[in-house]
T-cell receptor
Framework: GIQVEQSPPDLILQEGANSTLRCNFS?????LQWFHQNPWGQLINLFY???GTKQNGRLSATTVATERYSLLYISSSQTTDSGVYFC??????????FGKGMKLTVNP | NAGVTQTPKFQVLKTGQSMTLQCAQD?????MYWYRQDPGMGLRLIYY???????DKGEVPNGYNVSRLNKREFSLRLESAAPSQTSVYFC??????????FGPGTRLTVT
């Protein structure tokens, strides 16, 4: 089945710094989503982005489907950005396959 | 519009007990999913239902059963709980191949 790899696995930042999270996938995809799991465990939808670029406030995402990767950019990070970020993709099946996640800690 | 709701939020079971986790969505989505999340891991699919009346196994179906009661509701049953099923369980739903939305999760401990 389709494989999803996220990097880096962990990241520690000072408030105000920028960061880039990468998601590589092993096959063509119909669906790609980025999620943020906050410290209370809630999974929050960030982007639905099977291709192209989207922006939402300080966050933006780009998926280059032909090269099988997606990037999530966080600018001017805040402590509330802390948590785990997941990339999930859907290939030819009905199932969404998740990466193992990237833990972000933003210190004040 | 409540989105995806799950009950209960927390549950403690003894080994061998049974229970059913409930999930409902009010977004008129066709597809519904059950995942489990263990510490340090991503989400693993247990079962899914692509439409009312159909269910299929995911990555880790052993020890679980599901019922798609109607378009809104998708339940997950543990017939004989084991400590290995201690986990956080998430329900999700979506329109086929589009954005998936998650419920708040159920934290289950089996002693």
């Amino acid at each position: 089945g389709i494989q999803v790899e996220q990097s880096p696995p962990d990241l520690i930042l000072q408030e105000g710094a920028n960061s880039t999270l990468r998601c590589n996938f092993s096959d063509s995809v119909n669906n790609l989503q980025w999620f943020h799991q906050n410290p209370w465990g809630q999974l929050i939808n960030l982007f639905y982005i099977p291709s192209g670029t989207k922006q939402n406030g300080r966050l933006s995402a780009t998926t280059v489907a032909t090269e099988r990767y997606s990037l999530l950019y966080i600018s001017s990070s805040q402590t509330t950005d802390s948590g785990v970020y997941f990339c999930a993709v859907q290939g030819g099946s009905e199932k969404l396959v998740f990466g193992k996640g990237m833990k972000l800690t933003v210190n004040p | 519009n409540a989105g995806v709701t799950q009950t209960p939020k927390f549950q403690v079971l003894k080994t061998g007990q049974s229970m059913t986790l409930q999930c409902a969505q009010d977004m008129n989505h066709n597809s519904m999913y059950w995942y489990r999340q263990d510490p340090g891991m991503g989400l693993r699919l247990i079962y899914y239902s692509a439409s009312e009346g159909t269910t299929d196994k995911g990555e880790v179906p052993n020890g679980y059963n599901v019922s798609r009661l109607n378009k809104r509701e998708f339940s997950l049953r543990l017939e004989s709980a084991a400590p290995s099923q201690t986990s956080v369980y998430f329900c999700a739903s979506r329109v086929r191949s589009y954005e998936q939305y998650f419920g708040p999760g159920t934290r289950l401990t089996v002693t």
